[in-house]
């Protein structure tokens, strides 16, 4: 049995984080980085902001949602909204989940979209971060707008292994504004397998 003795004007313990926040980025200083909440945004009276201090980076651009929604005794409401939460860990210390759905299950399909505050004109390289924990799924589509209309969708697995990380999407040849969507709705969505929404970045390509 552990005895621990403290003295009254002793501080409170510190509890290391068992999900630690990746605060810095490691891309190419030209990477063209949208987090999935606006650098405007602050924590909670008497929260630890898990990355003050120590961001080498700058969102540049937005995450919008739009959510699954149903009429009911002649309202509008949101049953996508009941599954859907945020955690402080990932990439600076925030990102969001909810768990896949069939795509019939319209009501409850949430939908992310990060667009950047400027043009993206030539290839670059799309890398989207995963957090180390509740993002799962094996099926996460992103669709991804070159800024010209033109679509491309990649599906990837979400799960890293345990470890917060940069997940390639692929190189493309972009001709403006871009956009990058994932939506919770897959062919395998049951409810069970969860799906994140982390920061998003732009790297352009070399020469």
Not at 129 to 158: F, M
Request: charged residues 15%; aromatic residues 8%; proline residues 7%.
């Amino acid at each position: 049995t552990e005895v621990l003795k403290y003295a009254v004007t002793d501080p409170e313990p510190k509890v290391p984080a068992p999900h630690p926040a990746a605060c810095t980025s490691t891309l190419p200083a030209n990477a063209l980085i949208v987090d999935d909440v606006p650098n405007t945004v602050k924590f909670r009276v008497g929260a630890v902001n898990p990355c003050a201090g120590e961001r080498n980076w700058v969102s540049r651009g937005s995450l919008t949602f739009t959510f699954g929604s149903a009429q009911q005794n002649g309202a509008t409401v949101y049953p996508s909204k009941i599954d859907f939460h945020q955690l402080g860990a990932g990439f600076g210390g925030h990102f969001w989940l909810t768990h896949t759905r069939v795509p019939s299950y319209t009501d409850s399909v949430v939908t992310g979209t990060w667009t950047p505050d400027r043009k993206v004109v030539g290839s670059a390289e799309v890398m989207v971060h995963l957090p180390d924990h509740e993002a799962n799924t094996p099926s996460a589509t992103y669709r991804i707008d070159l800024g010209d209309g033109t679509i491309v969708e990649k599906t990837i697995s979400q799960n890293t292994g345990g470890r917060n990380a940069w997940v390639s999407l692929g190189s493309y040849a972009f001709k403006g504004t871009p956009s990058v969507s994932l939506s919770s709705a897959t062919a395998d969505g049951t409810g069970d397998a969860s799906i994140a929404w982390d920061a998003l970045a732009f790297v352009p390509s070399k020469g």
